[in-house]
């Protein structure tokens, strides 16, 4: 059974300038979280889907948006970038939601200069 | 304070020793307790899965839930160089209010 894919895996960027994540969760999986991993801050939640509706927001600003398409595929987007925007960004997907029982991807390392 | 504290080391210890790594919360909502495990340039992996108090064993791992002390471990037996890589305890409540919180994780290395 595949993993939790996700692409690109690694991206450099300029400040101002916009990014799209993707992640195509484990087969028959429903619900996707994504996470942004820095050293300083660890594992900070970003937004939770669920059957193409956001469940759950963390507090991240406005510039950071997702979706999830009707395939349980996610995309996530990051606008008008900056130099603290510089993270691994995780996916994860479960079958269902509210258990934590999360599987990753390898992540989309994001670097912006 | 954060909702989940857990010392982020480093830990180092001799092949074959137990290790014992551990967390704190604030949160009494929380119902479900995860340990991940995470290798160097690599996406965290579910090592054990919780649901309230108690202790859970899965071969040379243990995992234990004291919700009473707001506290849970990890513990592994016999370890071994490829255990070495960050740990990190995760939780969250049952509802859909809830999303799960990581701690900062602990960095381990056994050395052999």
């Known amino acids: 059974k595949a993993g939790v894919t996700q692409t690109p895996r690694y991206l450099i960027k300029t400040r101002g300038q916009q990014v799209t994540l993707s992640c195509s969760p484990i087969?028959?999986?429903?619900?996707v979280s994504w996470y942004q991993q820095t050293p300083g801050q660890g594992l900070q939640f970003l937004f939770e889907?669920?059957?193409?509706?956001?469940?759950n927001k963390g507090n991240f600003p406005g510039r950071f948006s997702g979706r999830q398409f009707s395939n349980s595929r996610s995309e996530m987007n990051v606008s008008t970038l900056e130099l603290g925007d510089s993270a691994l960004y995780l996916c994860?997907?479960?079958?269902?939601?509210?258990?934590?029982?999360?599987?990753f991807g390898e992540g989309s390392r994001l670097t912006v200069l | 304070q954060k909702e989940v504290e857990q010392d982020p080391g480093p830990l180092s210890v001799p092949e074959g020793a137990i290790v014992s790594l551990n967390c704190t919360y604030s949160?009494?909502?929380?119902?479900?307790f995860m340990w991940y495990r995470q290798y160097s340039r690599k996406g965290p992996e579910l090592l054990m899965y919780?649901?309230?108090?108690g202790n859970k064993e899965d071969g040379r791992f243990t995992a234990q839930v004291d919700k009473s002390s707001k506290y849970i471990s990890l513990f592994i037996r016999d370890s071994q160089p490829s255990d070495s890589a960050t740990y990190l305890c995760?939780?969250?409540?049952?509802?859909?209010?809830?999303?799960?919180?990581f701690g900062a994780g602990t960095r381990l290395f056994v050395k052999a």
């Open positions: 994860a997907s479960s079958l269902v939601p509210d258990t934590g029982e999360l599987f």
């Open positions: 087969s028959g999986h429903r619900s």
């Open positions: 889907y669920f059957s193409e509706t956001q469940r």
């Open positions: 949160n009494s909502a929380f119902q479900y």
């Open positions: 919780t649901y309230s108090s």
């Open positions: 995760a939780m969250r409540g049952s509802t859909g209010g809830f999303k799960t919180i």
